[in-house]
């Protein structure tokens, strides 16, 4: 499944909001300062999606606060 993820930085609550089916709000505190937003959103997602690391990949986005990611649907 792939995702389009808007974010939201140095938010006083982190979390992962649903707004469509496949369109999340994420929230996290960390700044985007050596990838550290970055982690933490994929941390986010995969806690929030209940998948391992590697089933939650960023696809595109790296430097832009509309993120699409890729979730592997099957677990392992």
Do not use: W
């Amino acid at each position: 499944m792939k995702i389009t993820v808007q974010v939201k930085l140095k938010s006083k609550k982190e979390g992962v909001e649903k707004v469509r089916e496949t369109l999340y709000i994420v929230r996290c505190h960390e700044p985007p300062i050596d990838g550290k937003a970055n982690k933490k959103i994929h941390s986010l997602l995969c806690h929030y999606f209940k998948k391992s690391k590697s089933q939650v990949r960023l696809l595109h986005g790296h430097k832009s606060k509309i993120k699409f990611f890729e979730i592997d649907e099957e677990k392992k």
